[in-house]
């Protein structure tokens, strides 16, 4: 069977699949719409929030990131998984007692304020379409390289299986069809990377390979690839370029941003006790990090497959460089759809890669003949290509495809789902229709979901400049705006209205303040005096990308100040605090 | 449910709460971000120790730190008789 037959069928027997299980896990009220109809098991749980959370960017570009950062990309492997912690001991178990839909839901009782829960809502909003244009673009992606259509057509062929089983299924149905699509994924990221650690290392598993010694050698991969890489001029790929504030900085921007994010939030709403909210998110982090932790050694791995392909004999030997008219297959395959791209500078038909930013290492290139790197690749193709370069089965390459769709459009789904809470739940019955029935409160969450795949649809065919933000956005607005509301709701009994509202102002303001100074995210037009991200000018040497955290400590500080000036909450708050505090209910403690 | 026992409880927890996120802080900022260099002068097998922290051992830290406030979480339920039926 030709590749691209098999890939067809592979995709698309995975949607019959998670139409199949939408079908049959329906949602019959707005309890299963919204949470589930609180009866999944925790680890069916912990599957789909790790499906949920772990994102077209997770599996198509987080390997790749790591490749070319080294070091530096240990900041996306400890902060993407490091919020989990803080989820599972400071928010899961208090908001699962609290027992509601949403998490704007908790911010307006906690706060006694819809002037608290519009400004949750905007912030939730944002966050979630940012993120979703992302994932929609993934699959138009995937769509395009693995079966060979259209960007605009897999975009479409997406939305509608999203709409399907979201629409149909809320979040029940999606809860279900994560299970089935974290099996997909998960095995389609581990059966190249064990493969691949074969063949380097002879250890099949891809943890222990990534500190093992190459076959036939006697030197550790990591040792090998610090060395090869700084003999081309890189940077050593154990140890890092940005400075140590910053890595710590985007670390807790990324950790506290997970913890914040409502549409992982709202996964541990779905399950039956407080004590399954706090082992789920344990389950959920095992099956997160089975991936997180396979990811830097298929970086790594990568990397020095890559090096070895282009570089075979001495580095500056006139035939230690690969002849162009010999590149091997993948090669060829790759460079047509431009995510590998080759530039004789030098005119000696060979293929030079190498850091030719880097100043000191000019005097050598020039000694070689080098005229400047020849190679361009994109980092996606780190797992995209992965299969080809260590030259595994067909039935392999149709697996990292519908694996790459897998991770998109369970995530796609997780969101859409919290917007149209947000919209029927939050806004609709919240604030303009409270006495809206079940049925009609039903409905519009499904139109609204309708609603919100189209502009997702819209935003990844079209994305806007700042789609491409969505790290430092998404992340560091979720860490200054929801992170630290919630966090003192549980956690104090003074803070109040008046202290949440200027708390969450302030950072989502400051945060996008920064953010839009430096990376020009709305406001920005060619040739306006900001968005050049100038290093020198960063607050405290933070960039954009760790600014939350600064945003964070402002909210708390403002919040604290403000409440501490203004009336406590009323008594039935305090009452509402310590009855999220206990798991039982406090109608049946003496 | 007595406000002393309430209390007692609400103490437990903090108390369980700081020393999780003393670990938690400890194998990823500490031992992953300010002391990198140093502990990459030791190492296990293939890898630096620093920056296995950052890229392993950190993760599997977590994965261990939330089951042990699980397990830890439900036994305090039981003692001070606050635990879901």
């Given amino acids: 069977m030709s590749l691209q037959a098999l890939t067809y069928g592979v995709v698309g027997f995975t949607f019959v699949l998670y139409i199949g299980i939408a079908i049959w896990s329906r949602a019959l009220n707005t309890r299963d719409f919204y949470i589930a109809g609180k009866g999944v098991s925790p680890i069916a749980n912990g599957m789909a929030t790790a499906a949920d959370w ?11 990131l790591i490749a070319f950062l080294g070091y530096d990309g240990s900041v996306y492997l400890m902060g993407w998984t490091g919020g989990y912690v803080l989820l599972a001991l400071l928010l899961a178990p208090y908001l699962r007692k609290f027992g509601k839909f949403t998490v704007p839901e908790f911010i307006a009782e906690r706060y006694y304020s819809k002037t608290a829960r519009i400004v949750a809502v905007i912030c939730l909003i944002f966050i979630s379409f940012t993120y979703v244009a992302g994932q929609m ?7 395009s390289r693995f079966l060979e259509v259209d960007v605009a057509v897999g975009l479409v062929v997406g939305m509608g299986i999203v709409f399907v089983y979201a629409v149909l299924g809320g979040m029940k149905g999606i809860t279900y069809t994560q299970v089935a699509q974290y099996c997909v994924l998960i095995f389609a990221y581990t059966v190249p990377a064990v493969f691949i650690a074969i063949q380097i290392t002879g250890n099949p598993i891809p943890q222990l390979a990534f500190g093992s010694e190459i076959t036939g050698t006697g030197t550790a991969l990591l040792d090998k690839l610090d060395d090869i890489v700084t003999s081309l001029g890189f940077n050593q790929y154990t140890s890092g370029t940005k400075s140590r504030i910053d890595v710590f900085c985007i670390t807790m921007a990324l950790m506290v941003g997970t913890a914040g994010l409502p549409h992982v939030i709202v996964r541990f709403f779905t399950v039956p006790r407080v004590r399954d909210a706090r082992v789920s998110a344990g389950y959920a982090l095992f099956f997160i990090a089975i991936l997180y932790t396979t990811a830097p050694a298929v970086g790594s791995m990568a990397r020095y497959n890559l090096i070895n392909t282009i570089q075979p004999g001495e580095i500056g030997a006139a035939d230690g460089n690969l002849r162009y008219d010999e590149r091997p297959e993948w090669f060829r395959t790759w460079e047509r759809t431009g995510l590998v791209a080759f530039d004789d500078r030098n005119r000696d038909g060979r293929v030079q890669y190498y850091d030719d930013r880097n100043p000191a290492f000019a005097g050598q290139a020039a000694e070689y003949g080098w005229q400047g790197n020849e190679l361009t690749v994109d980092r996606d193709i780190m797992v995209l290509a992965n299969p080809e370069i260590a ?10 495809a519908a694996g790459g769709i897998a991770a998109a459009l369970s995530t796609a789904a997780g969101l859409l789902l919290v917007i149209s809470a947000a919209v029927s739940h939050d806004l609709i019955k919240g604030i303009f229709v409270p006495e809206i029935s079940d049925k009609n409160e039903l409905r519009a969450g499904r139109l609204a979901a309708a609603f919100a795949i189209l502009v997702a649809g819209y935003l990844g065919f079209d994305p806007p400049g700042w789609v491409a933000q969505v790290v430092a956005f998404a992340f560091g607005l979720a860490a200054a705006s929801l992170f630290p509301v919630i966090l003192l709701g549980i956690f104090s009994k003074r803070v109040n209205r008046e202290g949440a509202i200027a708390g969450m102002l302030t950072g989502l303001l400051f945060t996008y303040g920064y953010i839009e100074y430096f990376k020009g995210l709305f406001l920005k037009w060619a040739g306006a005096p900001w968005g050049d991200n100038v290093a020198e000018q960063w607050l405290f040497g933070i960039s954009p990308e760790g600014i939350g955290v600064i945003g964070m400590c402002l909210n708390f500080v403002v919040a604290i ?4 000036l203004t009336k406590p909450p009323p008594e039935h708050i305090q009452h509402m605090i310590e009855h999220i505090r206990v798991p039982r209910h406090m109608e049946s403690l003496s | 449910m007595h406000s002393d026992n309430r209390l007692a409880y609400w103490r437990a927890n903090l108390r369980l709460l700081a020393i999780c996120l003393v670990i938690w802080f400890t194998c990823s900022y500490v031992f992953g971000i300010l002391l990198v260099e140093a ?43 606050v635990h879901e039926d």
């Fill in chain 1, 137 to 143: 673009r993934g699959v138009g992606i995937v769509f």
């Fill in chain 2, 39 to 81: 502990l990459n002068t030791i190492r296990i097998g293939g890898f630096q120790l620093g920056f296995w922290f950052a890229q392993q051992g950190s993760i599997y830290l977590f994965v261990v730190l939330i089951f042990f406030y699980a397990w830890r979480m439900n036994r305090i339920d039981k003692k001070h008789d």
């Fill in chain 1, 54 to 64: 772990m994102s077209a960017a997770s599996f198509i570009s987080m390997a790749g």
């Fill in chain 1, 391 to 400: 030259g595994l089965p067909n039935w392999v390459i149709a697996l990292v």
């Fill in chain 1, 561 to 564: 100040v403000v409440s501490s």
